[in-house]
C-alpha cells in the first residue's frame, strides 16, 4: 500500500479498545430512558450517532435526547479508563507514520469530551494535527463534512490523504471528500465495505 502524506483515522474500534467504558455508559443510559440494550449491537451502537439511536424510541425529543447525551457522557466520562487502550497493532502505525514525519488526524462520531478525555488519558493528544467529533459539525459521519474539516485543519490535499475505519460510516465519509479509503476489520465481521478501496485486518498492513 503506498504511502501518504495524511492519514485520518476513526476512533473507538479503529484506534482505541474502549468497549468496557462505553458499554457501562449505554447499558446505564439506555436503562434509564427504557431503550433496550443488546450487547450483540454494540458495534452498531458505537458507529451511530446517539441522535439517531435515541431517535428510534423517542422522535421528535430534542429536550430527552439532550439529557440523555449528557447522561451517556456523564456516566462514560467515570468508566472510560476502566481497559481503555490503544489496540496494539494502532499503537505501532501511529509511531511509525509519526516519526516518517506523517501528519494525523481523528474524525470520530463521538463528542469532542469523551475523545479529549481519552486521547489525554493515553498521552496521545499531540499526535494528532486535528481532532473532530460530532459536535463540531452540523452533520456527523457519513457525511463528509468532518472529514473535509479535519482535511482543513491538517492542511491536506485529497490525492495525499488516507481515510482508515472500521465501519461503513467512515468508509463513506472518506469515499465522500475524495479520500483513499480503508476498512479495517479485526475480528472477521460481517462488515459492508460501503465501495471501500482496501479491507485490512490490521494496522500493521497500512
Same mark, same amino acid.
Not at 484506534?15 to 436503562?31: C, M, N, P
Not at 449491537?41 to 430534542?62: A, H
Not at 493528544?125 to 473532530?132: E, L, P, Q, Y
Given at each position: 500500500?503506498?504511502?501518504?502524506?495524511?492519514?485520518?483515522?476513526?476512533?473507538?474500534?479503529?484506534?482505541?479498545?474502549?468497549?468496557?467504558?462505553?458499554?457501562?455508559?449505554?447499558?446505564?443510559?439506555?436503562?434509564?430512558?427504557?431503550?433496550?440494550?443488546?450487547?450483540?449491537?454494540?458495534?452498531?451502537?458505537?458507529?451511530?450517532?446517539?441522535?439517531?439511536?435515541?431517535?428510534?424510541?423517542?422522535?421528535?425529543?430534542?429536550? @430527552?435526547?439532550? !439529557?440523555?447525551?449528557?447522561?451517556?457522557? %456523564? /456516566?462514560?466520562?467515570?468508566?472510560?479508563?476502566? *481497559?481503555? =487502550? &490503544? #489496540?496494539?497493532?494502532?499503537?505501532?502505525?501511529?509511531?511509525?507514520?509519526?516519526?516518517?514525519?506523517?501528519?494525523?488526524?481523528?474524525?470520530?462520531?463521538?463528542?469532542?469530551?469523551?475523545?479529549?478525555?481519552?486521547?489525554?488519558?493515553?498521552?496521545?493528544?499531540?499526535?494528532?494535527?486535528?481532532?473532530?467529533?460530532?459536535?463540531?459539525?452540523?452533520?456527523?459521519?457519513?457525511?463528509?463534512?468532518?472529514?473535509?474539516?479535519?482535511?482543513?485543519?491538517?492542511?491536506? @490535499?485529497?490525492? !495525499?490523504?488516507?481515510?482508515?475505519?472500521? %465501519? /461503513?460510516?467512515?468508509?463513506?465519509?472518506?469515499? *465522500?471528500? =475524495? &479520500? #483513499?479509503?480503508?476498512?479495517?476489520?479485526?475480528?472477521?465481521?460481517?462488515?459492508?465495505?460501503?465501495?471501500?478501496?482496501?479491507?485490512?485486518?490490521?494496522?500493521?498492513?497500512?
Amino acid at each position: 500500500m503506498r504511502r501518504y502524506g495524511f492519514y485520518i483515522f476513526d476512533l473507538d474500534n479503529t484506534l482505541v479498545d474502549s468497549r468496557k467504558g462505553y458499554e457501562e455508559a449505554f447499558v446505564t443510559a439506555f436503562e434509564e430512558y427504557g431503550i433496550p440494550y443488546d450487547p450483540k449491537l454494540y458495534n452498531e451502537y458505537i458507529r451511530t450517532p446517539l441522535d439517531m439511536t435515541f431517535s428510534k424510541y423517542y422522535p421528535n425529543s430534542p429536550c @430527552r435526547y439532550r !439529557d440523555f447525551v449528557s447522561r451517556v457522557i %456523564g /456516566v462514560y466520562e467515570k468508566t472510560c479508563v476502566n *481497559g481503555v =487502550g &490503544l #489496540f496494539p497493532d494502532a499503537e505501532r502505525c501511529l509511531g511509525r507514520l509519526s516519526d516518517e514525519g506523517c501528519v494525523l488526524g481523528i474524525v470520530s462520531n463521538s463528542y469532542m469530551a469523551q475523545i479529549r478525555e481519552v486521547l489525554e488519558r493515553l498521552d496521545i493528544s499531540g499526535m494528532f494535527a486535528s481532532v473532530v467529533g460530532q459536535d463540531r459539525v452540523a452533520f456527523p459521519k457519513p457525511d463528509p463534512e468532518p472529514v473535509l474539516l479535519c482535511m482543513s485543519e491538517m492542511g491536506a @490535499r485529497a490525492d !495525499d490523504s488516507m481515510m482508515i475505519g472500521d %465501519g /461503513v460510516n467512515d468508509i463513506l465519509a472518506g469515499k *465522500g471528500a =475524495g &479520500l #483513499f479509503s480503508v476498512l479495517i476489520n479485526r475480528h472477521g465481521e460481517d462488515i459492508p465495505c460501503g465501495g471501500c478501496d482496501a479491507r485490512i485486518a490490521s494496522m500493521d498492513e497500512l
